[in-house]
T-cell receptor
Framework: KAGVTQTPRYLIKTRGQQVTLSCSPISGHRSVSWYQQTPGQGLQFLFEYFSETQRNKGNFPGRFSGRQFSNSRSEMNVSTLELGDSALYLC????????????FGSGTRLTVV | DQQVKQNSPSLSVQEGRISILNCDYTNSMFDYFLWYKKYPAEGPTFLISISSIKDKNEDGRFTVFLNKSAKHLSLHIVPSQPGDSAVYFCAASASQAGTALIFGKGTTLSVSS
């Protein structure tokens, strides 16, 4: 059974640009969540999508957005990149609710220069 | 405000000894707790979980203890092995609210042989 696939694995962008990251969940998983991991802050919740609808949202500015498609694949977008957006972005999928346990992808390492 | 706290950024133990990783939470709505392990350049992987109706859950070398009155949980690894060296994240969710998993900042465990 294929795991959670995130593309690309690595990305370098310039401040002010925008970026789109992609996540394909495990087949059958309808919930997709996104997290940002930075060295000092651990894993911070960005948002969760379920059946193409945003079900939960963390405390990130509006520059961070996402969407989910009918096949459960998800994308997140960051506009007007800032140096502080450099982080590992992790996608996780689960059957329905978070307490079923997530399966994480390997992440996209974003570097903003 | 941090709802899930792992107050020890790092822990070093010798091979064969017990490793105890601690986690505190503040939100009394949390009723499901999970531990994840993360190696560099990989996404976190699920380790063990516990529901608030239990105070202990075991899986091989890993045992999680939950003290609801103290809002504290701990992960015991016995015996510790060098392959256990990783970052361990505690996470919590409030199933009734359908919230996402809220993670602590992680504890880096180093097991020396």
């Amino acid at each position: 059974k294929a795991g959670v696939t995130q593309t690309p694995r690595y990305l370098i962008k310039t401040r002010g640009q925008q970026v789109t990251l992609s996540c394909s969940p495990i087949s059958g998983h309808r919930s997709v969540s996104w997290y940002q991991q930075t060295p000092g802050q651990g894993l911070q919740f960005l948002f969760e999508y379920f059946s193409e609808t945003q079900r939960n949202k963390g405390n990130f500015p509006g520059r961070f957005s996402g969407r989910q498609f009918s096949n459960s694949r998800s994308e997140m977008n960051v506009s007007t990149l800032e140096l502080g957006d450099s982080a590992l972005y992790l996608c996780a999928s689960s059957l329905e609710w978070a307490n079923y346990g997530y399966t994480f992808g390997s992440g996209t390492r974003l570097t903003v220069v | 405000d941090q709802q899930v706290k792992q107050n020890s950024p790092s822990l070093s133990v010798q091979e064969g000894r017990i490793s105890i990783l601690n986690c505190d939470y503040t939100n009394s709505m949390f009723d499901y707790f999970l531990w994840y392990k993360k190696y560099p350049a990989e996404g976190p992987t699920f380790l063990i979980s516990i529901s608030s109706i239990k105070d202990k859950n075991e899986d091989g070398r890993f045992t999680v203890f939950l003290n609801k009155s103290a809002k504290h949980l701990s992960l015991h690894i016995v015996p510790s092995q060098p392959g256990d060296s990783a970052v361990y994240f505690c996470a919590a969710s409030a199933s009734q609210a359908g919230t996402a998993l809220i993670f602590g900042k992680g504890t880096t465990l180093s097991v020396s042989s």
